[in-house]
Nanobody
Framework: QVQLVESGGGLVQPGGALTLTCTASGIKLDTFTMGWYRRAPGKQRELVARIPNYGSTYYADSVKGRFTISRDNAKNTVYLQMSSLKPEDTAVYYC????????WGQGTQVTVSL
């Protein structure tokens, strides 16, 4: 059974930082394109960042220069380092595996507020 488990979400003040972690079981991430999506209240789901097993990473314009996606294949884990957080970054963040987002995690809440 494939599972993606996100962690690291929480409440942070504007300008703060968080690192989200996605750990996989049941699959080897080194063959997968990995991504982070988010869904904010009342908004459509948005691709935040994507990292292939080879090639260039992708970032949404709204997070460029503030977020960094990385992977540790030995630990079967993907990270999303978020800095200079803004209230508009508030959302549930989901980890995905596969170029066609075959697998999804359950999500972790990130709230940016005073």
């Amino acid at each position: 059974q494939v599972q993606l488990v996100e962690s690291g979400g929480g409440l942070v003040q504007p300008g703060g930082a968080l690192t989200l972690t996605c750990t996989a079981s049941g699959i080897k991430l080194d063959t997968f394109t990995m991504g982070w999506y988010r869904r904010a209240p009342g908004k459509q789901r948005e691709l935040v960042a994507r990292i292939p097993n080879y090639g260039s990473t992708y970032y949404a314009d709204s997070v460029k220069g503030r977020f960094t996606i990385s992977r540790d294949n030995a630990k079967n884990t993907v990270y999303l380092q978020m800095s200079s957080l803004k209230p508009e970054d508030t959302a549930v963040y989901y980890c995905t595996a596969g170029i066609y987002t075959t697998y999804w995690g359950q999500g972790t809440q990130v709230t940016v507020s005073l």
